[in-house]
């Protein structure tokens, strides 16, 4: 009989960002970024994206003018900042190869534009850095992870500045040259197609800041700059660390049509390239044809600095990665057709797909699916850096937490994975579940849509002891990567 399992030297492991676990939003010299000034909206229905992922010139200055941490519930995060040393050790002893987490900017650089970087901030990642190695995890880390620095849209209106590539250059050069000994596998932007979605967290965009101005014109600019910014730290990390793997990451948004009418088919292709078109600037060095049909189209006109063109194609991308929750049905119409929720998107729910508590529709062969479709159309390695079930878990009384329906999720998702990696042909460097430890959401602020092998005892508002408890799947997720998935095939 055939034993299945992942290549050898495969990368398992799990997946954080700084501003949703760390905490700590005022210690050791950070400085305020833009998720600090994120409130939720417990009271708005979950679908409500919109309400959930806006944010006013207003809404800044509320948030500015108090300390609150119930409301703002990502400057406490799972108090990482504090827990680092016990967290790491609960990764190593479910035997992860790589942690995916991401350097906050508003930590090294508190403004964004200061003259010196934060030598407290700096020696933190050194020491989460150590830690990792210790164990024998590699560190994949991500450099803007949505973490401007709030200074950065108050005094420059983010990412629209150009003056934004200069100083994540500096940035990007400083944790280059500090890290270079203990980080090989960096991404740039995390799901920097999230500026379309939610450019306030990613870009540091606030509407109301460009009165009478194209919107989509303002988020687009932004973008270009981010994609030199991208560029130039592809080119900073292979200079400094020439042995560095430096990868994109792109929100894998999965669209089937509803039915086989040609509207549909079509709707779902122009869906699909909606997103394909930032992972293709990034690993092909250039605009695609059609995005830049689309800016001539909507009479966006991108203003560009000499060189940029060569910048872009000079340094593209080492490898992609991706984050898959989900896939959606889209149609040339949809009147009469039910419409559900999901990763930042609302779309017409699948009729054979279960979904999650938040609306999300479970889709283990859309992974494949995902996974073959980048594969073919890159021809690079992937890195599946974010999936997971979120989930309202509930602590047993004898203090045991039974996951089950997490576990069901990651085993029909691994073996579709394999799947993709041993009958498709897909090279894949490795995978990070999404919140290996229970984080903050981002879709709604909240800690109760938890995603964890490790429970944190906190609340929506902040309150608990922040103690740390393994569920039923992080013993499960143990034996997967010590048995390198070939546990998933027994009876």
Same mark, same amino acid.
């Given at each position: 009989?055939?034993?299945?399992?992942?290549?050898?030297?495969?990368?398992?492991?799990?997946?954080?960002?700084?501003?949703?676990?760390?905490?700590?939003?005022?210690?050791?010299?950070?400085?305020?970024?833009?998720?600090?000034?994120?409130?939720?909206?417990?009271?708005?229905?979950?679908?409500?994206?919109?309400?959930?992922?806006?944010?006013?010139?207003?809404?800044?200055?509320?948030?500015?003018?108090?300390?609150?941490?119930?409301?703002?519930?990502?400057?406490?995060?799972?108090?990482?900042?504090?827990?680092?040393?016990?967290?790491?050790?609960?990764?190593?002893?479910?035997?992860?190869?790589?942690?995916?987490?991401?350097?906050?900017?508003?930590?090294?650089?508190?403004?964004?534009?200061?003259?010196?970087?934060?030598?407290?901030?700096?020696?933190?990642?050194?020491?989460?850095?150590?830690?990792?190695?210790?164990?024998?995890?590699?560190?994949?880390?991500?450099?803007?992870?949505?973490?401007?620095?709030?200074?950065?849209?108050?005094?420059?209106?983010?990412?629209?500045?150009?003056?934004?590539?200069?100083?994540?250059?500096?940035?990007?050069?400083?944790?280059?040259?500090?890290?270079?000994?203990?980080?090989?596998?960096?991404?740039?932007?995390?799901?920097?197609?999230?500026?379309?979605?939610?450019?306030?967290?990613?870009?540091?965009?606030?509407?109301?800041?460009?009165?009478?101005?194209?919107?989509?014109?303002?988020?687009?600019?932004?973008?270009?700059?981010?994609?030199?910014?991208?560029?130039?730290?592809?080119?900073?990390?292979?200079?400094?660390?020439?042995?560095?793997?430096?990868?994109?990451?792109?929100?894998?948004?999965?669209?089937?049509?509803?039915?086989?009418?040609?509207?549909?088919?079509?709707?779902?292709?122009?869906?699909?390239?909606?997103?394909?078109?930032?992972?293709?600037?990034?690993?092909?060095?250039?605009?695609?044809?059609?995005?830049?049909?689309?800016?001539?189209?909507?009479?966006?006109?991108?203003?560009?600095?000499?060189?940029?063109?060569?910048?872009?194609?000079?340094?593209?991308?080492?490898? %992609? !990665?991706? #984050?898959?929750?989900?896939? /959606?049905?889209?149609?040339?119409?949809?009147?009469?057709?039910?419409?559900?929720? *999901? &990763?930042?998107?609302?779309?017409?729910?699948?009729?054979?797909?279960?979904?999650?508590?938040?609306?999300?529709?479970?889709?283990?062969?859309?992974?494949?699916?995902?996974?073959?479709?980048?594969?073919?159309?890159?021809?690079?390695?992937?890195?599946?850096?974010?999936?997971?079930?979120?989930?309202?878990?509930?602590?047993?009384?004898?203090?045991?937490?039974?996951?089950?329906?997490?576990?069901?999720?990651?085993?029909?998702?691994?073996?579709?994975?394999?799947?993709?990696?041993?009958?498709?042909?897909?090279?894949?460097?490795?995978?990070?579940?999404?919140?290996?430890?229970?984080? %903050? !959401?981002? #879709?709604?602020?909240?800690? /109760?849509?938890?995603?964890?092998?490790?429970?944190?005892?906190?609340?929506?508002? *902040? &309150?608990?002891?922040?103690?740390?408890?393994?569920?039923?799947?992080?013993?499960?997720?143990?034996?997967?990567?010590?048995?390198?998935?070939?546990?998933?095939?027994?009876?």
């Amino acid at each position: 009989m055939t034993i299945r399992r992942f290549p050898e030297g495969f990368l398992w492991g799990g997946a954080t960002a700084a501003n949703q676990v760390e905490g700590g939003w005022k210690d050791g010299g950070k400085g305020i970024s833009v998720s600090d000034c994120a409130r939720h909206h417990l009271d708005v229905d979950v679908t409500n994206y919109k309400k959930h992922n806006t944010v006013t010139s207003k809404d800044i200055e509320e948030a500015l003018k108090t300390d609150d941490e119930s409301l703002y519930p990502k400057r406490h995060g799972s108090d990482f900042y504090h827990h680092y040393k016990e967290d790491i050790k609960l990764f190593a002893e479910m035997g992860f190869k790589v942690y995916r987490m991401s350097i906050a900017w508003s930590r090294i650089f508190p403004n964004g534009d200061d003259i010196e970087p934060n030598e407290e901030g700096l020696q933190f990642y050194d020491n989460v850095f150590d830690e990792c190695l210790k164990y024998g995890i590699e560190p994949l880390v991500t450099m803007s992870h949505y973490e401007p620095p709030i200074n950065l849209v108050l005094n420059y209106n983010g990412w629209y500045s150009r003056e934004l590539v200069g100083f994540f250059e500096k940035y990007v050069t400083t944790i280059c040259t500090r890290y270079k000994d203990k980080v090989k596998y960096w991404l740039t932007f995390n799901e920097i197609d999230s500026m379309i979605r939610h450019p306030y967290t990613t870009g540091g965009l606030i509407e109301d800041r460009f009165p009478g101005m194209n919107w989509e014109q303002v988020i687009f600019q932004a973008m270009h700059h981010q994609f030199i910014a991208s560029a130039l730290a592809t080119k900073i990390c292979h200079e400094i660390i020439p042995e560095a793997k430096v990868g994109c990451m792109l929100t894998k948004l999965t669209y089937y049509p509803y039915t086989c009418k040609p509207e549909d088919v079509l709707k779902a292709q122009q869906d699909m390239r909606a997103t394909y078109c930032y992972s293709d600037t990034q690993v092909f060095g250039e605009y695609p044809s059609y995005l830049l049909a689309r800016f001539k189209n909507n009479g966006i006109i991108i203003k560009k600095e000499p060189g940029d063109d060569e910048i872009m194609r000079n340094y593209p991308v080492d490898f %992609v !990665s991706f #984050s898959y929750y989900m896939s /959606s049905c889209t149609a040339a119409s949809t009147e009469g057709l039910d419409i559900s929720a *999901g &990763n930042t998107i609302t779309a017409i729910k699948n009729p054979y797909l279960p979904s999650s508590a938040w609306g999300w529709q479970i889709d283990p062969i859309g992974l494949r699916i995902s996974m073959v479709d980048l594969y073919d159309r890159y021809r690079k390695p992937l890195f599946i850096v974010e999936n997971g079930l979120g989930a309202r878990d509930e602590v047993n009384t004898d203090g045991t937490i039974d996951d089950q329906y997490r576990i069901d999720y990651f085993n029909s998702h691994f073996k579709s994975m394999l799947d993709a990696i041993e009958y498709d042909g897909v090279e894949c460097l490795g995978y990070t579940s999404w919140g290996c430890i229970d984080i %903050v !959401s981002e #879709s709604t602020k909240q800690m /109760s849509k938890r995603y964890g092998f490790i429970y944190v005892d906190c609340d929506d508002y *902040g &309150n608990g002891t922040f103690k740390r408890i393994p569920k039923k799947s992080f013993y499960w997720y143990k034996n997967v990567i010590k048995s390198n998935g070939e546990c998933l095939f027994e009876n």
